[in-house]
């Protein structure tokens, strides 16, 4: 004889609900504890991804800023100025480098005794016969004043003589260092030529030390001249 199941009541069934509710949200509430939190914003990757294309971005506008010419076509803006000077040349003009603003400057540091420096006349020479005087001045200047005289820098003027047996002649302006320019200019050696462009800032490539040949100060004129 089987024995009849007993009939739930509706309050025990009500009970048995809200018993299974209960367990099912305690169940739901150790699931949000144990469960590993997410990091609330972006992630890492993407984070760093931005962040690689600002820095390029302000790479390459600071690689453009830097090939463009300045508003007065000066691109020796952040340069270095050349030193100013006032000299005497050997027939008592005075010489100021300020004057000759709006030309391209060819200052050539030499001494009589100097090994090489009647050969760098031969360049300049070319250079003088190659340029408008109106764009272009070469200014010689003998950093041994005490020896380099006067009388023997007019001597040197023109070879040969019986300081050198090349065949030059110096048409351009020819002075002595007697203000300390060589020093301004940190010369320590001779033949030196420095250029200076019209706005009166030292060129890219100075100082030239030793022998340069004059396609290589053309060059350089050019530029400057061109730009």
Sequence with gaps: MTKKKKKESWKERRQRVALKH????????????????KIKGWPKGKIFGVAFLFLLIIGIYGAWQYTQSSPSGNSNVNGQKAPVFTLTDID???????????????????????????????ELEEI??????DNVEIISISIDPTYDTVDRLKEFKTGPNQYSSLDYEISW??????NDASTKYGINAAPTTVIIDKEGFISPHSLF?????????????DMLLNR
């Design 209 to 221: 030390i030793g022998l340069t040949d004059a396609s290589q100060l053309s060059g350089e004129i």
């Design 92 to 122: 008592g003009n005075a010489v100021s480098l300020e004057t000759f603003l709006g030309k391209v400057v060819v200052l050539d540091f030499f001494y009589i005794r100097c090994g090489y420096c009647d050969d760098q006349f031969l």
């Design 173 to 178: 302006i020819l002075t002595r260092d007697t």
């Design 22 to 37: 209960q367990k099912a949200a305690e169940a739901e509430r150790l699931r949000r504890e144990t469960e590993p939190k």
């Design 128 to 133: 003088y016969q190659s340029y408008s005087h």
